[in-house]
């Protein structure tokens, strides 16, 4: 059946609806590699994908030092703000399926724990912009990097219903920060977060593809 309550969606941007891998793991290798910490391989680094930036780097130098923290955040953006963020793709599928939300009459919007200010040229060089009614993120400084509290910004900035709303994102930080707001949540499986993380974090649904996004929302086929 389709869902004809929902009317407004949140999707989340890394792992969701492009690939950042390779800018952000090459951003957070140059980080390490400035604090004069040992570099781990790429595979090493694939769960540092969707997680707020300085929560990561306390796990990566296992530090709570917010001096040392703030210092690899720096050394990150100093590489991703100029060569990571393009070193990104748009996953197959996932244009044609914003496209698709926005024709049947969907608000979009993008829910990112990454940098606004990023989120903005990323979505800008892939011209995804179009099809979002408002694009949120966090600050530079590390403010509404937490999922729960984006979101309530953005339902009290948009006066949107959080029984009209879904959250869909591929890790757990997706899910839990919009079930603390009462969205409902559709878990991607093709981003980061596996299928027991997002199961465990409470998704309602789970999808596999863009695809299965647009024909649960358009049409009401659940992914098998």
Same mark, same amino acid.
């Given at each position: 059946m389709q869902p004809t309550d929902l009317s407004h969606l949140l999707f989340d941007l890394d792992g969701t609806l492009t690939n950042p891998k390779e800018g952000i793991i090459r951003s957070i290798q140059h980080a390490l590699r400035g604090m004069g910490r040992p570099v781990p391989d790429s595979k090493d680094l694939e769960w540092c994908i969707g997680p707020p930036l300085r929560e990561l780097f306390s796990k990566l130098l296992d530090s709570k030092d917010d001096t040392v923290i703030e210092q690899t955040v720096v050394l990150f953006r100093e590489r991703f703000a100029t060569i990571g963020k393009y070193e990104n793709q748009v996953y197959p599928g996932a244009a044609e399926m914003l496209m698709q939300l926005t024709q049947e009459g969907y608000s979009l919007f993008l829910a990112t724990s990454k940098a606004v200010v990023y989120t903005h040229d990323i979505l800008e060089h892939f011209d995804l912009?179009?099809?979002? %009614?408002? /694009?949120y993120g966090s600050e530079l400084d590390g403010r509404l990097s937490d999922k729960g509290e984006l979101i309530d910004v953005i339902l009290h900035q948009e006066a /949107?219903?959080?029984e009209r709303a879904m959250m869909i994102g591929? $890790? $757990?930080? %997706? /899910?839990?920060?919009?079930k603390q707001n009462?969205?409902?949540t559709g878990g991607v499986t093709y981003g980061y977060g596996s299928v027991e993380e997002l199961t465990n974090a409470g998704a309602d649904i789970l999808f596999h593809s863009p695809a299965d996004i647009a024909r649960f929302l358009i049409e009401g086929n659940v992914p098998l």
């Open positions: 912009s179009q099809y979002f %009614d408002g /694009i /949107i219903l959080p591929d $890790r $757990r930080h %997706d /899910i839990e920060g919009a009462g969205l409902r």
